[in-house]
Every structure is written in C-alpha cells, then in structure tokens.
C-alpha cells in the first residue's frame, strides 16, 4: 500500500471512533445507511490491501499481481 494510503488510514481510525458518537453520524445512519455502508466497504478494501501488501511485500504489488496475488493485465 503506498505511504499516503496507509496514512489516510491511520487518520481515519484514528478519527473515526470520535465521528461515530457525534449526532451528524447518528443522522447519516439512519438517513443515509447506504452511504455508510459504502464507506464501510471502502475502509475494509482499503484495510485488506494493506494487509496484503505487508503479506506479500511491495514486490507483489509491483510486479503486476492484484491485490490477492493474481496476475493483472493493466488499462491502457
């Protein structure tokens, strides 16, 4: 995982905890839940990605594999 990911990360679990016990997320919650849910998502992919990239190295990611160690073929 880049350092800037892994940074972004950290703020957000880091902020998170305080965000959850403020009365705008008790309104998104119950307004919006598929934008939490979304979110969730998103910070368990980006959690797995760091995981990952920790397990097979920066090599993994470098040498074309996915995120779970499959070979990609790149856009152009």
Do not use: W
Not at 1 to 26: C, H, K, S, Y
Request: glycine content about 6%.
């Amino acid at each position: 995982m880049p350092e800037n990911l892994r940074d972004l990360a950290d703020i957000f679990f880091f902020f998170f905890p305080a965000v959850m016990q403020t009365d705008g997320f008790e309104y998104l919650k119950e307004s919006c839940p598929s934008v939490l849910t979304e979110l969730l998502q998103y910070v368990a992919r980006v959690s797995e990605h760091s995981l990952n990239a920790c397990r097979y190295g920066a090599e993994a990611i470098l040498d074309g594999s996915d995120v779970n160690g499959r070979r990609v073929k790149q856009r152009v």
